[in-house]
């Protein structure tokens, strides 16, 4: 036991394990998430359907969404690309979860163009080429290490047309200074969103310091496997976001407050990058 507690208290090495995937698809899980991104009371798998509304709002008053190809990469349930479809875009939708896509086509809305919609993981499959937009919307950059950033920014910058957009939004230094180190411990830990089973959970948070990352490392007791979940997020300045997309090869970097969302809200800014 004591050594069991010692391994779920150790401080893993920065952006050492990666398990979006098991969040994002297992079958669980989908469905939680999918729930999360419906409902307006919670805030952890999308936006409200307002902010959402005046976000593309100010995408189609900046760029004029009618007859523009654009791509939404983690598209979730088509919050985003429905409403681009209905300003009369040509829209793809990318994501690795099955459960969220099919939503999104059961969802389609007839009044407006039609959407490809695709289960494929941005970091490792192919992305449609010349795209006058790309969006990635809720703060998507975050979650990876320095390397999947690098890989994905390369990716989206090869996706657009010449004088394409890429639209984004990342978690501030503001973002990073509100977190704090804890742990929270419980039976059916986040009223059973890990397992619909019987379960005991560990949430531990640590703050890195000198990268700008926290971590919550989640692990999950059940009768007969435990299993982790480690959801790290880099949090930015205007200055580190810039250095990556340059690194990436993105030449015109512009910052906004927020998309037309709350800006008082501190906690994420928004990006326009462009080849
Ligand atoms: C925080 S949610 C945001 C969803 C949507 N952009 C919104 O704001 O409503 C992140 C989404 O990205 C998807 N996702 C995360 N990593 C992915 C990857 N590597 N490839 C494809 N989809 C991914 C998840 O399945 C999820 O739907």
Redesign the pocket.
Known sequence: MYKQLAEIYQRPEVFSVYT??TL??EPHL?NQ?LQF?LNQENV????PIEA?DRMVDWINQSFGLKGKSIC??????G??TSRYAKHGAIVHG????SN?INYAQKNRSIDATPITYRV??????ALPTQQDLV??????LC?LSPIQRQTLLTKIRQTLSPHGRFIFDAFSIDAFESVSEGVCFGRNHMNGFWSARDYFAFQITFKYDSEAVSLDHFTVIEEDRTWHVYNWLQYFSPDSIRLELEQAGFGTIEFTEGFGVDPSDVATFGVVAGV
């Open positions: 979006a995937e994002w698809t989908a998430m991104h952890l798998a999308s936006r959402i939404d990469l983690g598209c979730g349930p919050l985003y990318i994501d690795f979860s969220s494929a993981n941005y970091l490792t499959d969006t990635l919307i809720y703060c998507d979650p």
